[in-house]
């Protein structure tokens, strides 16, 4: 568990500030790569981005800015995990070891929260370290390869056929709040033949006799841009398929 140490947080900062002007950066090749993993979330959900570490020269101070879409995500919380004493201020995150420490693997947890609001697809989470911001207690400093994670929140718009009986479509429909449902039915031809914008909710819907075809569709309600891939259910002799 971290626990919020703030005068240690500060004193800290200062140190790897005061070593910065004296120590040399280490050799290019000694680069410590720092890998964070992607993730899937929806919103409202909590979600847990860990933190990996590899080709580790032997390290006793980390210090690491998170990076991430606050209006997407909130950070909850972290946890250490191979090595434990992280101490958190705000999106601030520093480990100092008593010694040098050569562990490799899951180092740290980060702990978000998907807000409501939160809009679909992929949002990046990463850390950022800046010249200094590693060490180890010769004093040498390293600038890690970084490999940024991300949090994948699915879109939330969904259209399904859950029966089909004597012409009629039940269809269940998860949509946000700004969305309208249109059916429109199509000829053998590829007219239209009818079409109705009605509310993104589950219903039911009659396949007319003059469509070949028709098509579910869930738009914005103000730009009417596709949310999601229509459904689409076509009448054979043998019934309809969709």
């Known amino acids: 568990m971290i626990i919020k140490r703030m005068s240690l947080l500060i004193f800290c900062l200062l140190l790897v500030t005061a070593l910065l002007p004296q120590a040399a950066l280490a050799e290019e090749e000694a680069r410590p ?16 981005v860990a933190v990996d570490i590899s080709e580790n020269p032997g390290l006793m101070v ?6 991430y879409d606050h ?14 004493g992280w101490d958190v201020n705000g999106d601030t995150i520093l480990w100092l070891g008593n010694a040098d420490s050569r562990f490799n693997g899951v180092i740290l947890k980060l702990h978000f929260h998907v807000l409501e609001t939160a809009a679909w697809g992929d949002t990046p989470v ?27 929140i699915p879109n939330p718009c969904g259209i399904w056929i859950t029966e089909i009986e004597n012409d009629y479509l039940s269809y269940t429909v998860s ?25 993104a909710v589950s219903g039911t819907v009659l ?13 914005d309600t103000k730009t009417f841009m596709p949310l999601c891939e229509a459904v689409r259910c076509v009448k054979t002799k043998y019934g309809i398929l969709h």
């Open 33 to 48: 790569i720092i890998t964070l993993s992607n993730e899937t979330a929806k919103p409202g959900e909590d979600v847990t």
């Open 62 to 67: 980390m210090l690491f800015q998170i990076s």
């Open 71 to 84: 209006s997407r995500l909130s950070l909850t919380g972290a946890t250490g995990v191979g090595l434990t």
């Open 126 to 152: 990463t850390l950022m370290c800046n010249d200094g911001g590693m060490g180890n207690h010769d004093e040498e400093t390293f600038l890690p390869e970084i490999a940024a994670g991300s949090v994948h």
């Open 175 to 199: 949509a946000p709040v700004d969305a309208s449902l249109i059916i429109a039915g199509y000829s053998p031809g590829g007219q239209m033949a009818f079409g109705m914008l009605t509310e």
């Open 207 to 219: 396949f007319p006799v003059s469509a070949e075809h028709i098509k579910l569709f869930l738009v």
